[in-house]
């Protein structure tokens, strides 16, 4: 198993907000975290890359990376797309693509990500030297994934890819995530309020209410799920 969380806990001062969080992320494989506001489906991506202080236990490769700090967490191989986007506004395409790269040695394989990455979103590549400032919020969003994989991760972490879009740009910000899981393998954590985009893209999702896993299964099972059809589906 690439990731493995069991019975974590998380707080912030006093307020505790994780209270038994549960799941696992098999090798290439990519799960999805549902839940309402407030369910803690954020923290849960920041409790793995080490930017809340926890307890239980959080395994990536079978190592303890429970207190680990977000950097070391990164250099792991898991690369972490936060809620809104999180580009560097003042520089360009081409330099928030090489920041992403910055740790890489291989640079002929960073050329051929960078390519592969344009011609994924097509839209960044008309836009190279612009500054991530002047993108629209979709192409921010393109951009941020696109940091993301540059860096060459094991895991993906994504938290909210569609928020604040247009549904037609979610449509295509999901695509082409789907389209990366597909050619590169890389294994994808996924937190959604829109349930149907995220089951375009993972293999099985976890359910969160108030900071508990309380629910698991695969994609196709969830959809079967009455309960889960009108809480998530729109059905």
């Not at 930017?51 to 395994?59: A, F, L, N, P, Q």
Request: cysteine-free; proline content about 3%; charged content about 25%.
């Amino acid at each position: 198993m690439l990731l493995e969380l069991v019975d974590v806990t998380a707080s912030y001062g006093r307020v505790q907000v994780l209270e038994g969080v549960s799941l696992s992320v098999p090798d290439g494989g990519a799960v999805g975290i549902l839940g309402a506001n407030g369910a803690g489906k954020t923290t849960t991506l920041r409790a793995i890359s080490g930017i809340v202080r926890t307890t239980g236990t959080i395994r990536f490769e079978g190592e303890d990376i429970r207190g680990k700090r977000p950097e070391q967490v990164a250099a792991l191989g898991i690369a972490h797309v936060p809620e809104g986007r999180g580009s560097l506004p003042n520089l360009t395409v081409r330099e928030n693509l090489a920041v992403g790269a910055y740790l890489r040695k291989d640079k002929r394989k960073v050329a051929q990500d960078t390519e592969y990455i344009l011609d994924l979103f097509p839209n960044l590549k008309s836009r190279i030297g612009s500054n991530a400032s002047a993108l629209s919020g979709g192409e921010q969003q393109m951009l941020a994934v696109s940091r993301a994989f540059m860096a060459a991760p094991k895991l993906l972490i994504l938290d909210e890819p569609s928020l604040g879009l247009a549904p037609s740009t979610a449509r295509t910000v999901y695509d082409a995530i789907g389209r990366l899981r597909e050619e590169s393998g890389i294994a994808m954590l996924v937190v959604e309020q829109n349930a149907n985009l995220a089951f375009s893209v993972v293999d099985e999702a976890v359910v969160l209410e108030t900071g508990r896993s309380v629910l698991s299964g695969s994609t196709e099972e969830l959809r079967g799920d009455d309960a889960i059809r009108r809480a998530y589906l729109g059905a």
